[in-house]
Structures are given as structure tokens and as C-alpha cells.
């Protein structure tokens, strides 16, 4: 599944950063924003860094080993034993086919709204699966060139969103905050950082050179922490917290709308609409890309004991057949088992099992790296915690909006 013999540490970053910045980026300000700037910053950042450090581990242990092909169910056995790769093969598979299937459908949603043609998704979902996923299988050296031309008109749609926030930018608007409201975004934080199905494939595109591949790391979610600060500040400094009408963060919260439904709003701007919208699309199909990558490379590693089913056509008809046939006949179902489950999934994929991998001794530096491991075990623990909690009904967090409303300038 390799890209191309000559991947470069730039590509390759940009690669991971077209698989996390989602169309979901649009809708962070919403959900974590509502505790206000400070919080959202903290949390982002530590987030971030809680996000690099499990990727720095699966990477590491993957060069440790130095299989060509190696991914995360071949990794896990040989860290943590049958268990865990079990547990490992469970939550990806149920996390991305959840995952491939709700690309599907907010692509069919942005390109009803786009071409102003309802009633037929259908239509224009197979339309996107069948360029998004040839693109995806038959262009090897077309992935790195086309991603990149990809991200850039995605970026020039950010600039234009950032340029309209610029317009009613009011700095006040930043110091306000509500720290009860913040674990509730924690779990959507860290999946905003989430790009660790690509790490086994850009192990291997970088020929398993370990400094190339933690510049690649950096490089790659560095970009996308920026650009997830600048759309917070951005939002959080146009947007009151609440107020009359829809153009206010409390108004998206309830009625899970993106930051640029009340953007578009308060700023009598369907260039803010329709910016908003060209960023989902090609964010949707960057990360349906990247993830149907990653995917086919997990699936290799998976059936590697039988070589005769590891061909790319069996590969593919496994990787994308499923998420199709559910996303035409059962999309809401399955979205709905995700909404439940894809949290959880995450935090057990992509941080207790590798925070397990640090904590295992007997390697130069085990000392230090327990620690740190045990650590990420805590707060990924409480991560978990909050999501089962949340999802089961049993911690039902809202912002305190009256508390804003009273100090927002001018209005009280």
C-alpha cells in the first residue's frame, strides 16, 4: 500500500493533515466553544499533545519492529498480546467503516445543498464514492500530487472564512468562559487530533527512518492545531455566546448546526455558506481518502496469513463495498450505533492501548516512559469515562448561556 518510493516529509504531513481536518472542524467551535476561549485553548492544546505522544508510541513501536507492512493489529499482538490485538481489530473496524459511512453522508448533504439538487443523495453519493474511491485506489502518485492541490483550494476557503470572521471580530467576546461546560468537549477534542490509522503507512513511506517520520508527526499535526486555533479564535471572537435569533454559538449548540450556520447569519454572508460549504466537501473527501488508506493497509496486515486474500481488489471490495451498501440502505442506524460507540472506540484504539504499550518495561528508557504512561492511562481513563457517561445519559452537561448573556457587552 505504499504511496510512492519518494515520499517526502511535506507530503506525507500534508497526507496526515488531509485525514484529520474533517468537515467536524466547522462544528468544534460550537461544541468546545461554548466554555469559553481559555478552556477551549487549554484543552485543545493538551489534547494535541496527548494525541502526539499516543502516535509517537504506535510509530516507535512499529519501527522498533521493522516489518515492511506492519499495522496496528500486527503491533499490538506482538506489544501486548492476542487480547489486545483482538481489541484492536474490533474498535478499528466498527470506529472507520462508522467513520467511511458518515463521510458518505455529509457528502451527499453538502452536495444536495451545493448544487441545490434535494431528493437526490442517493445519486450524488455514489457520485462522490466513485471518485473518492478511485481516487483512492488507482492513483498512487496522484494521492500526494492531488492531495496537496486539494488542501490548498480547502485553504483558500478557510481564508475567506477567516477573512468574514475578521469583519465582526470583537476581542471582548474572548474573555468570557464556563469551565463546568468543558469535559463535555473532550471527547470531540480528541478526535479532532485523531490521524493514528495513517501511522503505519507513513512508517513505511518513510522507509521506517525514525526522525523523518517524527518531523512528519509535527509537521502534520502542528498544521492542524493551527489551523484549529485560528478558526476557534476566529468564531469565539464573532459570535456571541447567546442572544436573539440564530446568531449565536447557543442557538448552533441546540440545534447541532456548524460555526458557519450563525457566521452566515450574523453576517448577512452566503459567501460565508457557501465557503463553508466547498471546505466540507473537499475536507470529506481528503479524509474519506486518507482513512480508505489507512483501512486498506490495516486490512493487509489483518489477512497477511492468507497472501491469496490480501489482493488490492479484496482488499478494496472490503474496505468500501460495507460502507457503501450500509450508507444507501441503513445509514442512520449505523450512524446512530457510531454516535454511541465511535468515543469510545477511539479512546481505546488510539489511547489506552498504546498508553499500555508505553507502560510495558524491560527497554532502555522503560523508567521515564512508564510514567508517562501511566499518565496517559489516567487521563484517557477519565476520557472514557466521561463518554460512556455522557452517551449513557447518566452526565448531561449544558453551557450556563444566562451567565454569558448578562456579561456579553452591551446587554448588561
Known amino acids: 500500500m505504499a504511496l510512492s518510493s519518494r515520499a517526502t516529509v511535506p507530503t506525507t504531513a500534508l497526507l496526515l493533515v488531509g485525514n484529520t481536518v474533517g468537515a467536524g472542524i466547522l462544528g468544534i467551535p460550537v461544541t468546545t466553544g461554548l466554555a469559553g476561549f481559555l478552556p477551549s485553548m487549554l484543552a485543545i492544546t493538551a489534547g494535541w499533545g496527548l494525541m502526539l505522544l499516543t502516535a509517537r508510541v504506535l510509530a516507535d513501536g512499529i519501527v522498533r519492529e521493522r516489518r515492511q507492512g506492519m499495522d496496528l493489529p500486527s503491533l499490538f499482538e506482538a506489544s501486548l498480546g492476542p487480547v489486545a490485538k483482538n481489541i484492536a481489530i474490533a474498535t478499528y473496524l466498527l470506529l472507520f467503516y462508522g467513520v467511511l459511512i458518515a463521510y458518505l453522508a455529509g457528502a451527499s448533504a453538502v452536495l444536495s445543498s451545493l448544487l441545490g439538487m434535494p431528493g437526490q443523495g442517493a445519486w450524488l453519493l455514489l457520485g462522490f464514492f466513485v471518485v473518492a474511491g478511485g481516487f483512492t485506489l488507482f492513483g498512487v502518485k496522484l494521492v500526494h500530487r492531488g492531495n496537496a492541490l486539494f488542501l490548498l483550494v480547502m485553504g483558500i476557503a478557510f481564508v475567506v472564512l477567516l477573512f468574514k470572521c475578521s469583519q465582526s471580530f470583537d476581542p471582548a467576546l474572548l474573555s468570557y468562559h464556563d469551565w463546568p461546560f468543558l469535559p463535555g468537549a473532550v471527547p470531540i477534542i480528541l478526535c479532532a487530533f485523531c490521524f493514528h490509522n495513517l501511522i503505519p503507512l507513513v512508517c513505511s513511506e518513510l522507509s521506517m527512518e525514525k526522525d523523518r517520520i517524527e518531523k512528519t508527526l509535527y509537521l502534520g499535526t502542528g498544521i492542524v492545531f493551527a489551523i484549529n486555533v485560528l478558526w476557534m479564535v476566529s468564531v469565539l471572537g464573532s459570535l456571541p455566546a447567546s442572544g436573539p435569533g440564530q446568531a ?5 449548540f441546540r440545534l447541532n448546526q456548524p460555526a458557519t450556520i450563525p457566521l452566515a447569519a450574523a453576517l448577512h454572508s452566503p459567501a460565508v455558506t457557501l465557503s463553508g460549504a466547498v471546505f466540507s466537501l473537499l475536507a470529506l473527501f481528503t479524509s474519506f481518502v486518507g482513512v480508505g488508506l489507512g483501512f486498506m493497509n490495516f486490512l493487509k ?16 471490495t472490503l474496505t468500501f463495498l460495507p460502507p457503501l451498501c450500509v450508507s444507501l440502505l441503513y445509514p442512520d442506524f449505523f450512524l446512530e450505533a457510531l454516535n454511541l460507540t465511535g468515543g469510545v472506540c477511539l479512546v481505546v484504539l488510539f489511547g489506552l492501548l498504546p498508553a499500555l ?3 510495558k518495561p524491560g527497554r532502555r528508557g522503560s523508567k521515564w ?12 481513563s477519565l476520557a472514557l469515562l466521561l463518554e460512556i457517561f455522557q452517551e449513557a445519559g447518566w452526565l448531561v452537561i449544558d453551557p450556563r448561556v444566562d451567565h454569558w448573556v448578562i456579561h456579553l457587552p452591551g446587554l448588561g
Do not use: H, P, Q, Y
Open 301 to 316: 496486515d489483518l489477512l497477511s496469513r492468507w497472501s491469496a486474500a490480501g489482493g488490492k481488489g479484496v482488499l478494496a
Open 357 to 359: 504499550m508505553a507502560c
Open 248 to 252: 449565536n454559538l447557543e442557538a448552533a
Open 369 to 380: 516512559k512508564r510514567a508517562g504512561g501511566w499518565t496517559m492511562i489516567v487521563l484517557f
